[in-house]
């Protein structure tokens, strides 16, 4: 079975400063693809960035990142120039590709705060 | 395009009942999944539904049940309500092939 670890509950970052969220996830497959999802508190998740295995390029969308090591299985999220809005609970996932079950395990999640 | 669109948003509901929270997902979707979040923790897969049919369960007891409709609304039922039931109850819908998914903002659900 998959894991996926967020061992930091919380983190703080000033406004137009730059953070990053850290992610470990244990598979035995080679195919998978990784997400990172933002829920603030209207409770919707929002998709922020996803990244295919077999792909060695990091995912990029806008101000976030991703540092995708395939061997260390890591996928942290880097967000640059963080804004109020970010503030969020953001949760790291997985979803296999093999097989017709698409479903998300999701970590813990960490609770990011922006200072203005 | 519509998103996905959950109902009820609050509901409590005392040990020992049942319910049914719906879910209305984004046109086109043919694969709808729920998930559980409790309080501070991330989302626990329940079960998803293609084509009206079940084709994964995580790691939660049969009174825990589905449906899906051909409208592509969908109901998740939960028999004799046990306070650990108490919960965020998100749906998910999404095409079968394809990675992306679009959320709905959940049902938050408290047993009593």
């Known amino acids: 079975a998959q894991t996926v670890t967020q061992s930091q509950p919380e983190m703080s970052v000033q406004e137009a400063e730059t953070v990053t969220l850290s992610c470990t996830y244990d598979?035995?497959?080679?195919?998978?693809?990784l997400f990172w999802y933002k829920q603030p508190p209207s409770r919707q998740m929002i998709l922020v960035i996803r990244?295919?295995?077999?792909?060695?390029q990091n995912a990029t969308e806008n101000r976030f990142s991703v540092n995708f090591q395939k061997a260390a299985k890591s996928f942290s999220l880097k967000i640059s120039d963080s804004q109020l809005g970010d503030a969020a609970m953001y949760f790291c996932?997985?979803?296999?590709?093999?097989?017709?079950?698409?479903?998300?395990?999701f970590g813990k999640g960490i609770t990011l705060s922006v200072r203005p | 395009e519509t998103g996905v669109t959950q109902s009820p948003t609050h509901l409590i509901k005392t040990r020992g009942q049942q319910v049914t929270l719906r879910c209305s997902s984004q046109?086109?979707?043919?694969?709808v999944s729920w998930y559980q979040q409790a309080l501070g923790q991330g989302p626990q897969f329940i079960f998803q539904?293609?084509?009206?049919?079940?084709?994964g369960r995580g790691n939660f007891p049969p009174r825990f049940s589905g449906l899906q409709f051909p409208n592509y609304s969908s109901e998740l039922n939960v028999n004799a309500l046990e306070l650990d039931d108490s919960a965020l109850y998100l749906c998910?819908?999404?095409?079968?092939?394809?990675?992306?998914?679009?959320f709905g903002s959940g049902t938050r659900l408290t047993v009593v």
């Open positions: 539904y293609y084509r009206e049919e079940e084709n």
């Open positions: 598979t035995s497959e080679s195919d998978y693809y």
């Open positions: 998910a819908s999404s095409f079968i092939d394809v990675y992306g998914y679009t």
């Open positions: 996932a997985y979803r296999s590709r093999t097989g017709a079950n698409s479903k998300l395990t």
């Open positions: 046109s086109g979707h043919n694969t």
């Open positions: 990244q295919e295995a077999y792909k060695q």
